[in-house]
C-alpha cells in the first residue's frame, strides 16, 4: 500500500496512545533495544503486556501518525526480532506475541505493528529487572497494587472447542460414508494395537470413543467436523465447518465443501489441476518430469488446516489455486512456535488449539503429532526440485502457507537436480536467496564457503555454475567474467532493494565481479556498456537523475 494508505490504515486501526497502545518514532533500532530502562521497545512491551495486552506501533510520528519510517534497523529484521525480545523480556508469551511488517510502494518506508499478548497468569513481564505499567499513556515502573493484582489473578484453564460435547446430537447426525471410511483408516492406523483384531466387531459407539472422536457416547464439536451430515453443521453455529476452492488463474471459480471433512478434502483435492512439470538439466539428455504438486503435501496441507483452525474465530478453510501456486488459509495464529521450528522434524509440539480434535485426525491417518508435517511437506517439495513452502503471517489472525508448483529461479532447481548431497539446512538458505529474502551473516558465509550464491549483502544470487565446476574452472571463471545477464541482474536486485542505483553504486556493485585480466579503464567501459545495453536497449531501466549524476531506476 501507498504511504497515505498505510497512515490511514494505522489510524483506522490504533487510532489512539493509551495502556494498550502506543506510537514510536524509533527511526534507528540501534538503541531501542538497549537504551534508558522505561524508554525503549522492551519496557513499553513490558507495560502493555504487564495491563491487558495491546500494540506497539514503530516507524510513525507521535502525535501525527505521520509514517517516518524504520531508517537503521541494525541487523534487526522481522525473523530474528522476536527471538531478541523474548531474550530481554522475561514471562513475555513468546507464542502469541508476534509482529507485522508494512513497507510502502511509493515510498520505501517501513513500519513494525508489535502485536503484545496480556501477561502470563501471575507471572509480570520483566524489563531491565522491573515491571512496568501504564497509567494513560505514561509509562512508570509498576506500582505494588497493580502487582499484588496480577499475582493474585487466578490461572486460566483454556476450554478446547473440539472436545464440547453436542447435547442434542446423536450418532444418527453422521454421514455414514464417513463413518466406514473412518472405521477402516482408524483400523489401518492401530496394526500395532492389542485390539486390533477386534475392530471389525466393535459397534459404532465403541469404535467413535476409542478413536477419540466422541465422549462417552456423546457427539463433540470434532464429531461433527469430521464425521458430521452437512444438514447436521448448525450444531456448531457459529463456527462453521467448510473448505472453500478458489480458482485464480486465466480462468475463474469457486466450490464450497462441507461436513463431514474427512471426506471434502479428498474432493477438494480433485478440483486442483495437477499437471505435469518438465525440467530439463544442463547435464542430462533427457527431461525430468515431475507433478506439479504432490498429493500427500496437499492433503497434510488441508488437514494442518483443519487441525490447527481457531473455530472460534468463525471462518471458513480457503484453497486458493493460481497458476504457480497453491496457497492454504485458516483462521487463527501459529499455535506454538514457528514454521522455522519444524523443518528439520527435530521439535514435537507440546500443545494444541484443538487437543480433542487432534487426537482424533491422529488416530484416522490424517496428521501426526511429532512434529513432521511440516518437515514431510519440504522434503516432498526438494524431492521435486521445487521451491520449499513459506508462510505469510501478514494477518496476525491468519496462517497462510504457499505450496508452489512452479520455479521462481531456475538455477536453484537445477542446484538440486545436480547435487543431491545438499543439507536440508543449505536448501533452506538457498531458498530464501531465489525468494529475495534476508539471509544471516552466518548462513551466507556458509553458502559462499560452497561456491552455492554470489554477489554482496544483501544482494545474493543462486551461482549454478560456480557450484558445478572444478577449482581450475573456477579460475578459469574469474578470468573469463560472467555473462551480461549476471552483471544485469546484479544491477535489477540492487534497485528492487533500494528503489535506484546511482552511478558510484553501480561501480561498487560490479567491479569485484569483473574479470580479473581487464585494466581499471576496461572495467569502467565494461560497466558503461552494460549500463547503456539496459537503458537503451532492454530498456529495463531508466535515469531519472542528471547526465552526470545518474539515478537509474527501473522502467515501468
Known amino acids: 500500500m501507498t504511504e497515505a494508505e498505510l497512515k490511514q490504515y494505522l489510524k483506522d486501526n490504533y487510532p489512539f496512545e493509551n495502556e494498550s497502545c502506543e506510537w514510536k518514532d524509533f527511526k534507528s533500532l540501534k538503541h531501542s533495544f538497549a537504551g534508558n530502562a522505561g524508554d525503549d521497545i522492551i519496557s513499553y512491551i513490558s507495560a502493555i503486556s504487564n495491563m491487558e495486552g495491546g500494540h506497539l506501533v514503530i516507524g510513525t510520528e507521535d502525535g501525527t501518525h505521520n509514517i517516518m519510517g524504520i531508517q537503521d534497523f541494525h541487523n534487526h529484521t522481522v525473523q530474528n526480532i522476536k527471538l531478541r525480545i523474548v531474550s530481554k523480556c522475561s514471562n513475555i508469551d513468546s507464542d502469541n506475541f508476534t509482529i507485522e511488517e508494512f513497507t510502502t510502494s511509493d515510498t520505501n518506508k517501513t513500519v513494525w505493528v508489535f502485536h503484545i499478548p496480556k501477561h502470563l497468569p501471575r507471572q509480570p513481564v520483566i524489563a531491565h529487572s522491573k515491571s512496568w505499567q501504564r497509567i494513560e499513556d505514561s509509562l512508570i515502573e509498576m506500582r505494588k497494587e497493580r502487582h499484588d493484582l496480577i499475582i493474585k489473578e487466578p490461572l486460566q484453564v483454556d476450554e478446547d472447542w473440539s472436545a464440547k460435547i453436542i447435547p442434542n446430537a446423536t450418532i444418527n447426525d453422521l454421514d455414514e460414508d464417513a463413518l466406514a471410511v473412518a472405521k477402516q483408516k482408524f483400523k489401518e492406523h492401530s496394526t500395532s494395537k492389542s485390539y486390533y483384531n477386534q475392530i471389525d466387531n466393535w459397534d459404532t459407539q465403541t469404535f467413535l470413543d476409542k478413536a477419540k472422536i466422541t465422549i462417552n457416547g456423546k457427539i463433540t464439536n470434532t464429531a461433527i467436523l469430521l464425521l458430521g451430515k452437512e444438514e447436521s453443521t448448525h450444531y456448531i453455529l457459529p463456527s462453521i465447518s467448510e473448505i472453500t476452492w478458489k480458482l485464480e488463474t486465466e480462468e475463474r471459480g469457486y466450490e464450497h465443501f462441507f461436513s463431514p471433512l474427512l471426506l471434502s478434502t479428498t474432493e477438494v483435492l480433485k478440483k486442483i489441476r495437477n499437471i505435469k512439470y518438465k525440467f530439463f538439466p544442463d547435464n542430462e539428455l533427457l527431461a525430468t518430469t515431475v ?266
Open 291 to 556: 507433478d506439479k504438486y504432490d498429493t500427500r503435501t496437499i492433503l497434510e496441507a488441508m488437514h494442518n488446516c483443519i487441525a490447527h483452525q481457531d473455530y472460534s474465530l468463525n471462518s471458513r478453510i480457503i484453497v486458493t489455486e493460481k497458476i504457480d501456486k497453491l496457497i492454504f488459509s485458516n483462521a487463527g495464529n501459529f499455535f506454538e512456535g514457528n514454521p522455522d521450528d519444524y523443518f528439520t522434524g527435530d521439535k514435537t509440539p507440546e500443545k494444541y488449539r484443538n487437543t480433542w480434535l487432534v487426537k482424533a485426525m491422529v488416530n484416522l491417518g490424517m496428521i501426526d503429532t511429532m512434529g513432521y508435517g511440516i518437515h514431510s511437506m519440504y522434503i516432498s517439495q526438494r524431492e521435486r526440485f521445487f521451491p520449499l513452502p513459506d508462510f505469510d503471517f501478514s494477518d496476525p489472525n491468519k496462517v497462510i502457507l504457499n505450496i508452489y508448483g512452479h520455479t521462481i529461479d531456475e538455477n536453484y532447481s537445477k542446484l538440486l537436480i545436480e547435487k543431491k548431497d545438499l543439507s536440508l539446512s543449505q536448501v533452506v538458505l538457498l531458498d530464501r536467496v531465489q525468494k529475495k529474502l534476508p539471509l544471516t551473516k552466518e548462513g551466507a558465509l556458509l553458502l559462499k564457503k560452497d561456491n552455492l550464491i554470489e554477489g554482496r549483502r544483501p544482494n545474493y544470487i543462486l551461482s549454478f555454475e560456480m557450484a558445478l565446476h572444478s577449482d581450475a574452472k573456477t579460475d578459469y571463471i574469474k578470468q573469463r567474467g560472467f555473462k551480461d545477464k549476471y552483471y544485469k541482474d546484479l544491477i535489477l536486485n540492487y534497485i528492487d532493494k533500494n528503489s535506484f542505483a546511482t552511478k558510484k553504486d553501480i561501480d561498487k556493485l560490479l567491479l569485484d565481479t569483473l574479470p580479473s585480466i581487464l585494466s581499471e579503464k576496461q572495467k569502467e567501459n565494461k560497466i558503461r556498456n552494460i549500463v547503456y545495453a539496459m537503458s537503451k536497449r532492454d530498456k529495463s531501466i531508466i535515469n531519472k537523475g542528471t547526465i552526470r549524476y545518474p539515478e537509474w531506476i527501473r522502467t515501468k
